[in-house]
Each structure stands twice: as C-alpha cells, then as structure tokens.
C-alpha cells in the first residue's frame, strides 16, 4: 500500500511541471512602436520595432526590413522610410528565430502629398535704420520640389521699412514693420512673413577737418557735422571748448587760435534732447613757428656816450614786438630825460613811436613794443626831451 502512496505522489509531481511549461511558452512577437499610416512625400520617417520570444522576453534581434514597391517608399536598413511618390506601399519588419522560424510584422504607408509652402530663408530680428537687407525665398510645390515662382513683395508700414519688387528692404525710421512675400498657384495664395524691428544708430558728432599742428599765432576754423539716431545730417549748435586755452583757444564758431607751444585736444559737442552728450575731439600740437628778427648797433651823434648792439624780435602769438638791449649797452647818466624812440626819420621826433623813458643806462634790458610790427619802422632813435635834441640812434637792419 506503501508503494503505491509514493508512485501516485511521483506522478502527480511529473504532471504538475509538465503543465508549468506548457503555460509558459508564449508566441513570438514582432511589433512596431511607432506606425503610421501616412507620409508626406519627400519626407521621413525612422520605424522602431519590439520583438518578444516565446518566453515573454523581449529581445533586441536583427531585423530585415522591405518595402513592397521602393518606387514609393524606400526603407534602409535601420528602418528609416522616405517617400519617394505618390501611392501605397507595405513595409515589413522580420526577424529569424535561434529555433529557425520567420516572425515578422507589416504596415500599409500612404504617401500623400504636401501642402505648398513658401519660406522666407534669411529673416531678420533687427535692422539698422538707412540700411538694406535682400531678402531669398524657396517655394516647395506639392510633389516637394523646389519650383520657381513669382513673388510679390509688400510692407506693413513702408514709412518705417520698404520692400522693392525683388525682395530688397531698406530701413526708413525706427519702429517695428512686418514684410509678407507672397505667390499663387492655382487661384490659392501662398505666403511668409517676417517682423523685424528697424533700431537707431548712434549718434555721431564728427569734426570735418582736424589738424595735426598749428603754428603760434595761427588760427584754424574747425566745422562739424552731427548725425541724428536715424542717420540724417542735422543742424544744431556745437559747443566747442579746448583742454587749454593758454596752448590754443576757441570761439564759439569753432576758430581756434594757437598761442604757445604744446599739445591741447580741441572739443565738439552737442547734448541730445534725452540729456547724452555727442561729441568728437581733436588733439593737435601747438608748435613755435620761424620767429622774424632783426639786429643793430646803437651809435652816439652827441658828446655823450652811447653804445651797444639790439635784437628786435615776434614775439609769437602777438602784434607784439620785444626789443632787447644787449649787454654791451653804456649810455651817459648825464642825460637828464633820455626817450627811447621808433622811427623812419632819424632825425626828429615827428611821427615817431615813443618807447618810454630811458631809466637802464648800462647792460641788457627788454622792452615790449604792443601792436607793431617788425617792418613798421627802420631806426632806434634816442632823444632828450629837455632840449629837444637827438643824442644817437640805431638803424635796424635785416
């Protein structure tokens, strides 16, 4: 009785796993993740694929992919469709099993047709006001072929950009504007905008004509030229300054005059209505020019000593003249109300420019002679007041 307690339990045993495994053997699967049904014509699209084995597993086999007509749909061998044409075609995805069988899996892809379409190929953001910018366009008719075809071309608002019959747009003022290219084909009207924003330059304040030297005593009339934040030429008062007016001054037209040696930067500037100063400047070199001189000896026409030599000098930047006494200068104190005299007659007085009283009867000394020039006059002439007699001169020479 035994014996046959234990064979009932073996074979009930035997049946029980032989059931487990009939249970769990599955039928293979090959499926698609992402189907379609239809494809624009010229266009793609990438087919990815699962696969389960007969024990649920799912596996990443090798797939063969098909096309049932590649003159409508090609298939590579990664599963990447493109149309080719209008018409149907089945895709079908297969694999082979490590037992030999065949598992595969099929889809019907229509390829249809595109809506035309028209681009604008190089749109722009922005724009600076007064420039241009060519606009390119590409229209793609049904089939997704690139066709030739008229196009017409209009502005929303041309004071602020226009657009000529060819696409070219050229910045008039500031603002936004939308331009629209546009076809038909077919009685339908195909079109493409593109809204840019047309923005300000920056304002420039130019000197016309500035200078790399001046000479001392020499003037300069500067001009200027201001640009607005739309690119025009406007008219307004420059306010000119420079950085030393003891080097080089200037008025309020803008003519600098150059009065010693050195470097000064001259100024133009003018404050827009939101309060930014324009401006522009122009750093020169004030340089010493070739300063006129003449010379003389002092001679005495009396009993009473005088002697000496003269340089008589521009000074630069003036009207002025400097008359240096040398240091070989000796005149007699005896004299009382010596004059010191400029003149074209030696020999009197008359019409003659009085220097000042002689108060130096020996040695160098300097006089300052205002408003005259080295040409003015031919002689020094030295006169005693009191008697009204000449005492010597000098006659000034080249």
């Not at 008062?237 to 950085?243: A, N």
Request: net charge negative; glycine share 6%; proline share 2%.
């Amino acid at each position: 009785m035994k014996h046959i307690y234990h064979l009932f339990t073996i074979l009930m045993l035997i049946g029980c796993v032989s059931n487990d495994i009939i249970d769990d053997r599955v039928e293979e699967q090959l499926s698609f993740n992402n189907p379609i049904e239809q494809l624009g014509i010229t266009k793609t699209h990438q087919l990815t694929t699962k696969y389960t084995n007969n024990v649920g597993e799912v596996l990443t086999p090798n797939i063969v992919w098909s096309s049932s007509d590649t003159s409508i749909l090609t298939v590579s061998e990664n599963g990447l469709l493109t149309a080719v044409s209008l018409g149907n075609a089945i895709i079908t995805a297969s694999t082979t099993t490590s037992e030999g069988k065949n598992v595969s899996s099929s889809l019907t892809v229509t390829v249809i047709s595109l809506e035309e379409s028209l681009t604008i190929n190089n749109t722009i953001e922005n724009i600076i006001v007064n420039n241009e910018h060519q606009y390119q366009t590409t229209f793609v008719n049904a089939l997704g072929v690139t066709e030739n075809v008229s196009i017409t071309w209009s502005s929303s608002d041309s004071n602020i950009a226009s657009v000529s019959s060819t696409g070219l747009v050229t910045a008039n003022n500031l603002g936004d504007v939308v331009i629209t290219a546009s076809t038909v084909v077919d009685g339908k009207t195909i079109s493409a905008e593109d809204g840019f924003t047309v923005n300000p330059v920056g304002e420039i304040m130019s000197i016309n004509n500035p200078i790399e030297e001046l000479t001392v005593g020499d003037t300069h009339q500067y001009t200027a030229t201001y640009t607005n934040n739309i690119g025009q030429n406007e008219n307004v008062t420059v306010t000119w300054s420079s950085s030393d007016d003891t080097i080089a001054s200037i008025d309020t037209q803008g003519l600098v005059t150059a009065k010693n040696a050195g470097e000064v930067t001259i100024k133009a500037s003018y404050t827009n209505t939101n309060g930014q100063e324009v401006s522009d400047m122009d750093a020169f070199n004030v340089q010493v020019g070739q300063i006129n001189t003449k010379t003389g000896t002092i001679r005495t026409t009396s009993s009473y000593q005088l002697t000496g030599t003269f340089t008589l000098s521009e000074i630069p930047g003036t009207n002025d003249l400097e008359l240096k006494i040398n240091d070989d200068y000796r005149a007699s104190t005896a004299l009382p109300g010596l004059y010191l005299y400029m003149t074209n007659n030696p020999n009197t007085v008359a019409n003659a420019r009085e220097i000042q009283k002689v108060a130096v009867f020996s040695g160098s000394h300097t006089y300052i002679i205002s408003n005259a020039g080295i040409n003015d006059f031919s002689h020094l002439l030295y006169w005693c007041k009191p008697f009204s007699v000449k005492v010597g001169d000098g006659e000034i020479i080249e």
